[in-house]
């Protein structure tokens, strides 16, 4: 992560929580062994709201689409990774 990130961070968690209209749980990806290339991580482990945001197995489409579109406005996308975390990246032109 760099400094220059961090701003970009600040302004996704903003954009999802104006969107989901509660606080969820999120991190960088550091030096871990998963969601490398992104600049957050969206967690959502069985029970959390936010796994209808982002995880596919819930049939929320409507929200994931939603949250698409708050993302892509700001040049971001979304991606589901696995059921218990989502990708935040930068979408490259």
């Known amino acids: 992560m760099t400094s220059k990130s961090i701003p970009r961070i600040a302004e996704a968690a903003a954009v999802i929580r104006d969107l989901v209209g509660f606080d969820f749980e999120w991190e960088t990806p550091g030096d871990r062994q998963y969601g490398r290339g992104s ?55």
């Open 39 to 93: 600049m957050m991580l969206l967690l959502h482990e069985p029970g959390s709201p936010m796994r209808a945001w982002c995880n596919y197995d819930c049939r929320e489409y409507d929200k994931i689409d939603r949250l698409a579109d708050a993302l892509g406005a700001i040049g971001l996308m979304v991606e589901d990774c696995t059921g218990d975390y989502s990708g935040v990246y930068e979408v490259s032109e």
